[in-house]
T-cell receptor, first 113, second 111 residues
Framework: DSGVTQTPKHLITATGQRVTLRCSPRSGDLSVYWYQQSLDQGLQFLIQYYNGEERAKGNILERFSAQQFPDLHSELNLSSLELGDSALYFC????????????FGSGTQLSVL | SQQGEEDPQALSIQEGENATMNCSYKTSINNLQWYRQNSGRGLVHLILIRSNEREKHSGRLRVTLDTSKKSSSLLITASRAADTASYFCATVLYNFNKFYFGSGTKLNVKP
């Protein structure tokens, strides 16, 4: 058990809808990273937060947004969902800003029908 | 991929054999890491090698790094059926804010 909790584990929704994925980092970790894993594109970095502030952005679509709350949990919001957004979404956490290892949650499997 | 690419995409070997997978990347890095993913699960950190290191060992794992060629290799010796998983390299840039993962090597170790 990595100590990173993601909910829900599975999510099935329809095109055009909006969903929220939640991540609780390991106790004491200040950095949260979001990744998207799909069959044809591997693991894509979306966004990173450190202690409530956005620190880095990857290939995150404008329809997606995220935030990290004062209690350090993070939420990834996906809106106007398309079939191609179906993927496994991972959250990972690490202790500080200069991080040497990531701890991954077990992911949220999103299916857009 | 945003940064690295693993090779081969898939590897099938017999238990007891060695498994070698490679990773190539594009830009200068602070360190390179290898992670393992069992089917449908989260990734688990295996080993880290810094840009000023050339080789590192951890148990049955041996990692090499060639910064001039921008490549790394992961060797798993005396493989076991339990090593069956996907293996990913992650390159960490100097600002530490981005960990870029390759598309992975799927390893199947037959008992």
């Amino acid at each position: 058990d990595s100590g990173v909790t993601q909910t829900p584990k599975h999510l099935i929704t329809a095109t055009g809808q909006r969903v929220t994925l939640r991540c609780s980092p390991r106790s004491g970790d200040l950095s949260v990273y979001w990744y998207q894993q799909s069959l044809d594109q591997g693991l894509q970095f979306l966004i990173q937060y450190y202690n409530g502030e956005e620190r880095a952005k990857g290939n995150i679509l404008e329809r997606f947004s995220a935030q990290q709350f004062p209690d350090l949990h993070s939420e990834l919001n996906l809106s106007s969902l398309e079939l191609g957004d179906s993927a496994l979404y991972f959250c990972a956490s690490s202790e500080g800003q200069r991080n040497e290892k990531l701890f991954f949650g077990s992911g949220t499997q999103l299916s857009v029908l | 991929s945003q940064q690295g690419e693993e090779d081969p995409q898939a590897l099938s070997i017999q238990e007891g054999e060695n498994a070698t997978m490679n990773c190539s990347y594009k830009t200068s890095i602070n360190n390179l890491q290898w992670y393992r993913q069992n089917s449908g699960r989260g990734l688990v950190h295996l080993i880290l090698i810094r840009s000023n290191e050339r080789e590192k060992h951890s148990g049955r794992l041996r990692v090499t790094l060639d910064t001039s060629k921008k490549s790394s290799s992961l060797l798993i010796t005396a493989s076991r059926a339990a090593d069956t998983a996907s293996y990913f390299c992650a390159t960490v840039l100097y600002n530490f804010n981005k960990f870029y993962f390759g598309s992975g090597t799927k390893l199947n170790v037959k008992p």
